[in-house]
């Protein structure tokens, strides 16, 4: 049972438009999301990340938002750079320390 | 800060034989390390959990005779596949994670090609 579902493989868009990645998750214990971005070959780097008691975080080009309700949480970058072709995963963890469990990733594709 | 080393970063052993992965947290102590697997064009699957002084915890599926994990200190984990055959080949990452705090460093990664 897949708890952390990205369920876009892939992203393509140009340079200088904005990025969108979706994430759902299903366990409402879930109170912490982070996205991670990964290069191949290469471990994940932390990008950002938001606790469930916020509905957004932002951090430069890149912003969090999180629909409780929902259970959905998105990914924006903006505006998009070439640099940032990588694939990107969504994680949830249920505490401090506790395992984070990962969505499949979606690969994005920033064309100049 | 928070930088995880791995070593090696990639290696090439015979069927049989065993291979040990060290993961290092460079500059902060890590409570907690996790020892990732990766296999083409998949997510990331969490083989085991180590805490600082204790058995680590396996995951469903993973076989602790095989892949046997050591976090003798704050700051190293070592996997080590033990009688490793080609199906075992894969890209193995580990993470570290400060006390009570959600989010995990990664190291770079080992390529493990059995052959």
């Known amino acids: 049972d897949q708890q952390v579902k990205q369920n876009s493989p892939s992203l393509s868009v140009q340079e200088g438009r904005i990025s969108i990645l979706n994430c759902d998750y299903t366990?409402?214990?879930?109170?912490?999301f982070l996205w991670y971005k990964k290069y191949p070959a290469e471990g994940p780097t932390f990008l950002i990340s938001?606790?469930?008691?916020?509905d957004k975080n932002e951090d430069g080009r890149f912003t969090v938002f999180l629909n409780k309700s929902a259970k959905h949480l998105s990914l924006h970058i903006v505006p998009s750079q070439p640099g940032d072709s990588a694939v990107y995963f969504c994680?949830?963890?249920?505490?401090?320390?506790?395992?984070?469990?990962f969505g499949k990733g979606t690969k994005l594709t920033v064309n100049p | 800060g928070a930088v995880v080393s791995q070593h090696p970063s990639w290696v090439i052993c015979k069927s049989g034989t065993s291979v040990k992965i060290e993961c290092r947290s460079l500059d902060f102590q890590a409570t907690t390390m996790f020892w990732y697997r990766q296999f083409p064009k998949q997510s990331l699957m969490l083989m085991a959990t180590?805490?600082?002084?204790?058995?680590?915890?396996?995951e469903q599926g993973v076989e602790k005779d095989k892949f046997l994990i050591n976090h003798a200190s704050l700051t190293l984990s070592t996997l080590t596949v033990t009688s490793a055959h080609p199906e075992d080949s894969s890209f193995y990452i580990c993470?570290?994670?400060?006390?009570?705090?959600?989010?995990?460093?990664f190291g770079p990664g080992t390529r493990l090609t059995v052959t």
């Open positions: 994680a949830a963890s249920k505490g401090g320390s506790e395992k984070l469990v």
């Open positions: 180590s805490n600082e002084g204790s058995k680590a915890t396996y």
């Open positions: 993470s570290a994670s400060l006390v009570y705090s959600y989010e995990q460093y």
């Open positions: 938001i606790s469930s008691i916020k």
């Open positions: 366990n409402s214990m879930f109170d912490y």
